[in-house]
Nanobody
Framework: QAQLVESGGGLVQPGGSLRLSCAASGNIVSITVMGWYRQAPGKQRELVATITSGGSPNYADSVKGRFAISGGKTTVYLQMNSLEPEDTAVYYC?????????WGQGTQVTVSS
């Protein structure tokens, strides 16, 4: 069974850091892009960062300079520094293939003092 498993979320204070991890397993082949989206309560899901199989990263303007994405084949990581309350959301891992977009179950990130 195709599966993306995320981990690393939690509760941190503003200015803190977290690292999210995602691993693809099962019947997921020919991944071309992996990345992270997030969804806050009452808001639409939005891009955080992506990385191609060739290693090219892309970041939302809101996280540039604070977040770093790595990986891009069957695993992907998101190092989040200088976290702000506005970063509070459920973070979802994405794997793109020529056939489907696969989504993880989400991991909660809460930034609060």
């Amino acid at each position: 069974q195709a599966q993306l498993v995320e981990s690393g979320g939690g509760l941190v204070q503003p200015g803190g850091s977290l690292r999210l991890s995602c691993a693809a397993s099962g019947n997921i082949v020919s991944i071309t892009v992996m990345g992270w989206y997030r969804q806050a309560p009452g808001k639409q899901r939005e891009l955080v960062a992506t990385i191609t199989s060739g290693g090219s990263p892309n970041y939302a303007d809101s996280v540039k300079g604070r977040f770093a994405i790595s990986g891009g084949k069957t695993t992907v990581y998101l190092q989040m520094n200088s976290l702000e309350p506005e970063d509070t959301a459920v973070y979802y891992c994405l794997a793109v293939t020529d056939r489907y977009n696969y989504w993880g179950q989400g991991t909660q990130v809460t930034v609060s003092s």
